[in-house]
């Protein structure tokens, strides 16, 4: 099978030849820069420099050959731009370390501090000294609030929230049709080009958006206080995201193979919603947006929902999800063995491979290799599972334990 063919076939609820790989196809599976430099020089690889491609967490862009050394069957379709070395600049990790930053990130120094801006001055994020990644500042809408909201200028405020910071190839406005068709001469060129499979990063988000909004204490009050608003906010945002789906997914669906959308539901003890609030809030907009991008193309849907979030996923089948991430193990009710028994043949489940919380950052390989192969031993069988990590490679876990893991799954 080639890369593709194995990511399709799990999809698809069958045994791929072997297990199929995702480390860097998403914003999800990544590793951070400084991890990353470690683990290029663990390998003894000298080639190329250090490319951090989200600056908010400082993940590193995956570059050749570690995707071939340990057989990874997913891309990013981001990986199609910005292929010049005049797209990049200098940047110094927090630990030192020299990198490269996109050359259209905008950052301002203050004191011992780093600031992230938007394209119009405004600061949205910081990077305090002794931070290995940036945080949210400013939430646009927090201040009025939702009471007597018309939402009339949304669209445009949703420009001003640190999660809007591009990465490559979402630096592209599609609503320039100079630009949008850049976009699709690189998602069609990284097509030509590759045979795994191809991520497109969408987002959608429907619960985290008015969280970055309003700040996670409002909008998880206004449920309760202003139904009606909230439900009218969901509302305006959620045609927001079906007309970019629209415009975007027409341009490059025929390029890519999965498209991924994000909505962290659960925390480490349970939901963050009841099931009830889900469904009455939105699982309709979900089921729209999710049903549409079918329609649109021939992708499957990858969402991802970080936390304690067993009790949705019924709903998720419901609405037409076909894969969920990153399957957090260490959470309650998220037990690899119950979730393989209870769901197989209805979704696949993209993750849970490899605990990042504990068991990464802090066991000997040897107990990673143990611990993977045990994962490998109740998720792989009968197919419906991608390996991943359960979320990004941390800055602090050991190059030896990431070369661990890996071999795991390729000896498995």
């Keep these: 099978m080639t890369p593709r063919d194995r990511i399709l076939t799990a999809l698809n609820h069958q045994q791929p030849d072997c297990v199929p790989i995702d480390l860097g196809g998403h914003r999800s599976s990544g590793i951070m820069a400084i991890a990353y430099n470690k683990l290029k020089k663990y390998l003894g690889i000298t080639s190329g420099d250090i490319y951090v491609y989200d600056m908010v967490q400082q993940l590193a862009l995956i570059e050749e050959p570690i995707p071939d050394l340990f057989g990874i069957d997913t891309i990013e379709m981001g990986r199609g731009f910005l292929l010049n070395e005049s797209d990049w600049k200098e940047w110094l990790l927090p630990d030192g370390t020299p990198s490269k930053i996109p050359s259209y990130i905008s950052l301002k120094k203050r004191g011992d501090d ?16 002794g931070c290995l990644y940036f945080e949210q500042i400013y939430y646009p809408l927090a201040e009025r609030g939702i009471a007597d909201d018309d939402f009339c200028d949304l669209e445009e405020r949703l420009g001003e929230n640190i999660w809007s910071i591009p990465h490559p190839g979402a630096h592209l406005d599609i609503n320039d049709e100079n630009q949008l068709q850049q976009m699709v001469a690189g998602a ?23 969280q970055m909004m309003y700040r996670t204490d409002n909008w998880l009050l206004y449920h309760l206080m202003y139904p009606q608003q909230a439900h009218a906010f969901l509302e305006k945002l959620a045609h927001i995201h079906l007309k970019n789906l629209e415009k975007w997914l027409s341009a490059v669906g025929r390029y890519i193979d999965i498209i991924l959308f994000g909505d962290d539901l659960g925390s480490q003890s349970g939901p963050l919603v009841s099931v009830d609030m889900y469904r009455e809030f939105y699982k309709p907009y979900h089921k729209m947006l999710w049903n549409r991008a079918k329609q649109l193309a021939d992708v499957k849907v990858l969402l991802h929902s970080c936390g304690a979030i067993e009790p949705f996923i019924d709903d998720f089948i419901d609405a037409g999800l076909d894969a969920v991430n990153p399957v957090q193990i260490s959470c309650s009710g998220m037990d690899a063995r119950s979730l393989k028994k209870k769901y197989a043949g209805r979704i696949t489940l993209w993750g849970g491979g490899c605990d990042t919380q504990s068991i990464l950052p802090d066991a000997s390989p040897d107990v990673v290799k143990k611990h993977v192969k045990k994962q490998m031993n109740i998720l792989a069988p009968g197919g419906d599972f991608v390996f991943q990590q359960v979320h990004n490679i941390m800055a602090n876990v050991p190059p030896e334990n990431i070369v661990a893991m890996l071999e795991a799954v390729e000896q498995y």
């Design 188 to 210: 069609k060129k990284l097509r030509m080009a590759t045979d795994r499979a191809i991520i497109g990063l969408f987002g959608g988000n429907m619960f985290e958006t008015p």
């Design 114 to 129: 780093w600031l992230l801006l938007n394209d119009r001055g405004l600061e949205l994020g910081v990077q305090k000294k």
